[in-house]
């Protein structure tokens, strides 16, 4: 995952330009979509984690809900294995389904399908949110705090991220686009911001680190939320 320090926040130069005469174009406020990467096969987990349940629908619904409710748009869902099988717990939301051949290859596959939906729904698109199907603790609040911070430092990445790694969910400016089309098999998200981390603003969430790949990591979340929701009133913290 990469890593980076706060205090290296300086800007580059041939990005910079490109990134400020969009800014100079009058592309504000930001109108901004979001991009749910859910087209995994869940080998490890022995079922589709997409669908595992989690306070009441699946992950998968809960992560579109959650777009959805940010007032993202539009909100796209790249789906991949198990397609038929995943598509219709999605099919009664006002969301996108953009299908993704090659899932096998990786998320790298994956962020350029919905870059290219998107493209193809909103060519004059600011910004996307990614997010994973996987991210149960992922609120609308966390979501807000992404644009907030995009909005007062007008930087072209704004990452989540607990200590000194990040990750998604990850704001881009459009201007990072075409790096995110460039994509391919394993490289996800992280390896772009790899080469930009001088540039992000990391907002703090630390479930950004837990996994969600086994069984076992399956039990622990839901030990989590029930601790979460026991000790602190209205929820958990990160709602």
């Given at each position: ?5 706060v ?69 796209i ?6 397609i ?6 999605v099919?009664?939301l ?21 870059i ?14 990614l997010?994973l ?13 992404l644009?907030a ?56 969430f630390?479930?950004e ?29 990160t709602k």
């Amino acid at each position: 995952m990469p890593r980076m320090m706060v205090s290296t926040l300086v800007w580059g130069t041939s990005f910079d330009d490109r990134f400020m005469r969009s800014r100079a174009n009058g592309m504000n406020p930001p109108n901004i979509a979001a991009i749910i990467l859910a087209a995994g096969a869940s080998t490890r987990m022995g079922r589709p984690k997409q669908l595992l349940p989690f306070h009441g629908c699946s992950l998968l619904v809960r992560a579109a809900q959650t777009a959805i409710a940010s007032g993202c748009h539009p909100s796209i869902v790249v789906l991949g294995a198990e397609i038929d099988r995943i598509r219709g717990d999605v099919e009664t939301l006002p969301v996108q389904v953009a299908e993704n051949p090659d899932w096998e290859t990786g998320m790298g596959s994956s962020i350029r399908i919905g870059i290219q939906a998107l493209m193809a729904s909103d060519p004059d698109i600011e910004a996307a949110i990614l997010l994973l199907c996987d991210r149960p603790f992922v609120s609308v609040r966390l979501i807000d705090r992404l644009v907030a911070a995009y909005r007062s430092t007008e930087r072209p990445i704004v990452a989540s991220g607990y200590n000194d790694t990040i990750g998604v969910p990850a704001l881009f400016h459009r201007t990072l686009f075409p790096e995110l089309l460039s994509l391919s098999g394993v490289h996800g998200a992280k390896s772009l911001m790899g080469r930009y981390l001088t540039q992000i603003v990391p907002i703090e969430f630390p479930e950004e680190a837990i996994d969600l790949d086994t069984p076992e990591d399956y039990r622990k979340i839901l030990d989590l939320d029930r601790y979460q929701r026991t000790n602190f009133a209205g929820g958990t913290p990160t709602k």
